[in-house]
């Protein structure tokens, strides 16, 4: 039964208590109502009326209990202040109660003064609900709308097909400075070859990829994003997680994808700190998809004229940062070996009709300290020597690979004899220029065909100084010997797609919807030195660099924001022995 002032009435589905007295004493059962509202309600008609007296009487007649009675006068003593305040706060209320006769007065309350009292009380409410946040009904609070919650779920069946001439021993470089390094001397006690990649055996797994983003907005200008990811380990280009990596159903662990502050203190300007989205427009030539960036960046948009928009994009960001100090307990204190990026990008895009878009861009990336250095003479038994640090910390396939460290023999044993425990970095330095064009015809709001390229060039390789020190990317072999080195500075990609383009078909952030479909044929070639092979592409190849080949895909959504995919890479190296590798990855994806 719900309770109303001065309202009886009972709505479909409520229970009235007056249906569970017996009719012989329903007349007494109004009447000990009716007077025990009247004592707890009207504090001036209980100074008229001597209340310890009419419950004597309802206590005699068995109306209500010795216990009752006293409970009731007790609670209307605690009530009373507050029920006199309250009285005085509302339209007066004709009063009633019960004669000494018996009779029965029930007060009639006006409609007029019904209605004042609804709508102080809605006033009342009103103001208490804007000052403590109610929501409205069938409303979230007002706090809620400024948080955003998004993910994204995908497996992937994910086959890796090697050729049956491929070469067998290619140096796993990434392994060897991930670890104690390599004993290089074949001739000191001990010594086993080092470990090789994987490129004569397929390979197949299943790979799942969880994302969960939450974005909040901070204030008219300011935003902050944090999001999670699956993750075999800190790769900065997958968040895939191979399934059964741990073993019988082990858990998986998440990783910090991104957490920034985005802040916009004048329209058309964007600010990034932390770690964020690529910042820069770029394909997987120079940057795989998943990669983000950790540091500042700075983008900027605006109209130049009708149907011609300008954009700029700049940023600065650490790429590796060691303590204030390394050492040695040998040889004392090293200096840091810090690394970052500076990038800078600049871009027209063109809408000369309603379904036409030109875009076209460049861009330029200096890394800084990323070149391998070698070493002052260190001893053959030192722990650490002083540019170890320069080694790359992740590292794909592709780049030229040279020693660090100029070990000094042991001149008590023979000449080949004495220990050399190697670390390997980056021969040449990276400052890459790349050109970006994109056109899409619109034959439909969801229907599009784009033709799109992309070409890159490593300003600072130096092939006379690379050649001198390389350990790799060598000519083709032919029969027992290769021939010189044959490494390069230049990539470049062209792509044609058709149907729906947008972002959300099949990697990006959009929704998909029930029907969309698309599809695209590519043709690559990246040299070797061409970018940090960290960086690039994860899927072509073996991941990186020094490859050539077709790549076809597409995608269909079968359901609102769920959408099956499928992709075929096939890659030839360009400098090296010889490398073939057919990558397939078959997708579901679904997104929330």
Known sequence: MRARSSDTFIRKGEISMFQFVPRPRRKHWLLACAA?????????????????????????????????????????????????????????????????????????????????????????????????????????????????????????????????????????????????????????????????????????????????????????????ELRIATGNDSSPVSTNQTIGQHGEFGKYALWLDRANIHMTPVEGVDVHVGRFANPFWTSTLQFDEDLNFDGVALSSTGKVSDGIDLFANAGFFPLFNTSFDFGSRDAGVFGSKDRYLAAGQIGLEFHPGERLRLRLAGSYYRFENTQGEFSSPCAFDQDVCDTDATRPTFQQFGNTITALRNVTPNPAVAPGVSPEVQYFGLASKYEVVAARAEFDFGLTDRLSIRVDGDFIKNLAFDRSAVSKVALNNYAPMVGTTGGGFAGGDKGWQARLSVGHLGRGMPQGDQSIRKGDWNAHLGYRRIASDATLDALADSDFGLGGTNMKGWFAGGAYGFAENTAFGLRWLSADEVAGPPLAVDHLLVDLTTRF
């Open 36 to 224: 025990g509202a009247t004592l707890l309600a009207s504090p001036a008609l209980a100074q008229q009326v001597d209340s310890n007296k009419l419950l004597e009487i309802m206590v005699a007649k068995g109306l209500v209990t010795r216990a009752e009675a006293d409970a009731m006068i007790a609670e209307a003593r605690t009530a009373a202040p507050e029920a006199q305040a309250q009285a005085q706060a509302l339209p007066p209320v004709p009063a009633g109660g019960v004669a000494a006769d018996g009779t029965q007065t029930i007060p009639y309350v006006p409609q007029v003064v019904r209605e004042q009292l609804v709508e102080q009380v809605r006033k009342e409410l009103s103001t208490q609900a804007q000052t403590q946040g109610w929501a409205k009904p069938g409303e979230l609070p007002e706090w809620t709308k400024r948080f955003t919650l998004s993910g994204d779920i995908r497996a992937r069946a994910d086959g890796l097909l090697m050729d049956s001439g491929n070469f067998t021993d290619f140096v796993d470089w990434s392994a060897i400075n991930a670890g104690q390094g390599f004993q290089a001397n074949d001739g000191a006690p001990g010594y086993v070859n080092p470990p090789y990649l994987n490129a004569t055996r397929d390979r197949w797994a299943m790979r799942l990829r969880a994302r969960l983003g939450l974005k909040a907005r901070i204030d008219d200008w300011i935003s902050a």
